[in-house]
């Protein structure tokens, strides 16, 4: 069973930065996209940026330019990264790392706990 370990959230005054990050128990080959989601109270989770080989990354317009997606790992972890900066308020929520699995994990999604990123201003 995969298990995907979430850290970094907190609390940051507006056009602070944050870095989250979410390790995998898994080999990078194992894994063929990874993304980060936020939830809002009361709203339905949304994707907030991906990363994978052929597709690369892609960012929602609400954070295009702001925040940066990166990951790493080796045949035993993989981890992905979400650099945030200049949040807003409006980015208070539960962030969520997703993994979509390959190879002999193909067809699997896993999820993190998720972590509270608060925004004040």
């Known amino acids: 069973q995969v298990q995907l370990v979430e850290s970094g959230g907190g609390l940051v005054q507006a056009g602070g930065s944050l870095r989250l990050s979410c390790a995998a128990s898994t080999s990078i080959f194992n894994i063929y996209t990874m993304a980060w989601y936020r939830q809002l109270p009361g709203k339905e989770r949304e994707l907030v940026a991906s990363i994978s080989e052929r597709r690369g990354t892609e960012y929602a317009d609400s954070v295009r330019g702001r925040f940066t997606i990166s990951r790493d790992g080796d045949k035993n972890t993989v981890s992905v990264y979400l650099q945030m900066n200049s949040v807003k308020p409006e980015g208070t929520a539960v962030y969520y790392c997703?993994?979509?699995?390959?190879?002999?994990?193909?067809?699997?999604?896993?999820w993190g706990q998720g972590t509270q990123v608060t925004v004040t201003s």
């Open positions: 997703d993994a979509g699995g390959s190879g002999s994990l193909r067809g699997r999604e896993y």
